[in-house]
């Protein structure tokens, strides 16, 4: 099988789409014959090098596929075989197989391609956290979703609408028509004006009760400032820190200065205003493979339900990897990349 490694630490030219042995699977596993292929900004910090959690180089990145049940082991229900699934992984999925553990499977929704299949778990329970499980949203109050062009935000806009929130994102002038076809109330253009300001004349100074913050850096304690009385800050990522497309000591460079730049949030403040923070990491929460699998099943739901819709923005192909990074970086997506074997 073919599998897309990332070599070392630097810029395109360190990944590489090898040829390796096939995967078999051990009694208590299931083999996937990959479809589609999930692409992250996580895939892009790591080839950087800047990626903590990334797996030491070399490497295959990827955290979610959809394909077919190609072998199950002796321990897995033989009703597997030959159906469309979607699956989370632990790395390794950027590949034409992966092996996966029954409880990272999902039957894949009829009414979804391959490609909106892998488009799901990363994007979608990350937004379900960020608003359902920690954001606690309600329908009385406001959201702002940094990104909301992205895959992650375009997943919290239809959570966030789903749950009848008024919703404000940040994205580029040329996403906003899709964004007001998608539902979203207010759109701010981020690189032209202040998103703070043009959000707080929006709410008239009051701010919103959720944002959800992939930035990083300066811009937390810009959202923190932004929140109203009861608001909450979800943070889950750190997209200001990649500058540049290659690795090495510029990206090492990056990193600290946007590490230095963080607020640190003292208790007595978050008494005096009534405001909470909090932090998402999905890749952290693989001992909690039971309620990982409620979450999906809610978003599963929610796709039979019409209101979980996955956008797929662009298709590659393994050996256009390079191509599929530089996409991201440039911010060129509306919603999710994907790459297919």
């Known amino acids: 099988m073919r599998q897309i490694v990332n070599t070392s630490n630097g810029g395109y030219e360190v990944l590489e789409v090898q040829e390796v042995a ?64 979607i699956a989370t992984t632990r790395f390794k999925g950027q590949a034409e197989q992966v092996v996966v553990q029954e409880s990272q499977l999902f039957e894949k929704p009829e009414r979804l391609s391959f490609e909106e299949a892998a488009a799901l778990p990363v994007n979608y329970l990350t937004a379900y956290i960020l608003i359902t499980v920690m954001g606690s949203l ?43 076809d998608r ?31 992939p930035l990083g850096g300066k811009e937390w304690k810009r959202s923190y400032k932004a929140l109203r009385a009861t608001g909450r800050l979800g943070m889950f990522g750190i997209s200001s820190a990649s500058e540049g497309t290659g690795g090495g000591i510029g990206a090492m460079w990056s990193m600290l200065k946007t590490v230095l730049q963080m607020p640190i949030f003292h208790p007595l403040p978050l008494l005096g205003k009534n405001r909470g923070v909090f932090g998402v990491n999905l890749g952290h929460l693989w001992h909690e493979p039971k309620k ?19 956008h797929v923005d662009a298709t590659f192909q393994f050996d256009q990897v390079a191509e599929a990074h530089r996409y991201i970086e440039e911010r060129k997506n509306i919603g999710k990349v994907i790459l297919r074997p």
């Open 292 to 310: 990982a699998k409620i979450w999906m099943n809610q978003i599963l739901k929610g796709v039979e339900e019409d209101w979980v819709n996955p």
């Open 138 to 180: 309600q329908s009385y109050e406001s959201i702002l979703i940094h990104n909301v062009g992205g895959g992650v935000g375009i997943a919290a806009l239809d959570i966030a609408r789903h749950i009848g929130a008024k919703t404000y994102g940040t994205a580029s002038k040329r996403k906003h028509d899709f964004l007001a």
């Open 22 to 85: 096939d995967v078999e699977p051990e009694s208590n596993e299931v083999v996937i014959n990959v479809k589609a292929s999930g692409l992250n900004f996580a895939d892009i910090l790591a080839r950087k090098g800047q990626y903590p959690d990334g797996p030491s180089k070399p490497c295959v990145m990827g955290y979610e596929v959809s394909g077919v049940v190609g072998s199950v082991g002796d321990a897995i229900n033989k009703e597997w075989l030959g159906k469309e699934v």
């Open 183 to 213: 539902g979203l109330d207010y759109a701010i253009d981020y690189r032209n004006k202040d998103w703070y300001e043009e959000l707080m004349d929006l709410t008239n100074g009051r701010g919103v009760e959720l944002i959800t913050d």
